[in-house]
């Protein structure tokens, strides 16, 4: 995750936390800033630029070390958008943050995933190692880069701990969240995770509102238009919509569902 900027236009921040075998490159296309909002890209154990370390091996103990990281960045009202198994990290990140009596996030957005309480749920789950072998070729084709042998067999490792990571995540029911406003996140076009699977969310947490937007289970790492309008609504004039604790007072939208489709 790179440094926060030091300037004082920055009203809040947006921390992406990406989905199983990818890391904070994903997010790529997303603008350093959305208007006052600052854009930052969180980055696991394992992947990238911390290749060299170990995997998290849970969400709880990935939590805990993003929770370190984002000491210096509780300065100002926040949000998590997790993608995916993302989504398990950043809600995990949000019961640590209010368990140790941290700031907490004033929003939650979490994309195409099931509630806690409702999985371990995904196609990754029931592959074994070819198969995803075959998936990650399919998903660097698809992105115009020629498949290196090397680097697939490295993906298919990453991939391989992290899809371990969700299939021993458990949770007989949620810790429901208080103070941080959820937005459960769904893709009209997404035959992985569809949207009416992310119901369980309505328990996470006493205010939860489901959006679904035009698009498939990777559009959201295209920064669409509707989706980064909706958080600059959302996240925009924090400031002057907190509350003394940072918890956003502004409505949110109940359903998006007239934006292009881009995936």
């Given at each position: ?20 075998g990818?890391?904070a490159?994903?997010f790529?296309?997303?603008p350093?800033?959305l ?11 394992g ?8 995997h998290?091996g849970t969400?709880e103990r ?6 370190e990281?984002?000491?210096?960045l509780?300065?100002?009202?926040f949000?998590?958008?997790g ?10 990140t ?6 140790r009596?941290?700031?907490?996030p004033a929003l939650?957005?979490?994309?195409s995933?099931?509630?806690?309480q409702?999985?371990p749920?995904?196609r990754?789950l029931?592959?074994?190692d ?9 998903s660097?084709?698809?992105r ?7 680097m697939v067999?490295?993906?298919v ?16 029911g949620?810790?429901r969240l ?5 937005i459960s996140l ?7 995770i569809?949207?009416f699977?992310?119901?369980g ?7 939860v ?5 035009s698009g498939?289970?990777?559009?959201v790492?295209?920064?669409?238009d509707v989706l980064t309008?909706?958080?600059?609504a959302?996240?925009?004039?924090v ?14 939208v ?10």
């Open positions: 995750m790179p440094a926060p900027a030091d300037d004082e236009g920055i009203g809040a921040r947006l921390l992406c936390i990406p989905y199983s990818t890391g490159s994903s790529a296309a997303w350093a800033r208007g006052p909002v600052e854009v930052l890209r969180v980055q696991a154990p992947r990238e630029n911390r290749l060299a370390e170990p998290y969400y990935f939590a805990g070390g993003l929770i990281d984002l000491r210096p509780l300065d100002r009202p949000a998590l958008l993608h995916c198994s993302g989504a398990l990290a950043a809600y995990e949000a019961v640590g943050l209010h368990r009596g941290l700031p907490a939650l957005v979490v994309s995933q099931v509630a806690p409702d999985g749920y995904g990754h029931a592959m074994d070819e198969e995803l072998r075959a998936d990650v070729v399919e660097t084709v698809r115009g880069v020629r498949p290196n042998p090397g067999d490295l993906s490792e990453i991939l391989r701990a992290d899809v371990e990571a969700n299939r021993h995540y458990r949770r007989p949620p810790e208080t103070g941080t406003r959820v769904g893709w009209e076009g997404d035959s992985e569809e949207p699977r992310m119901a969310w309505k328990a996470c947490a006493d205010d509102r489901q959006v679904v937007l498939d289970h990777r559009t790492f295209e920064a669409p309008t909706l958080l600059r959302e996240l925009g004039g400031r002057e919509h907190a509350d003394p604790d940072g918890r956003l007072s502004v409505p949110l109940d359903e998006v569902s007239d934006g292009p489709a881009t995936g």
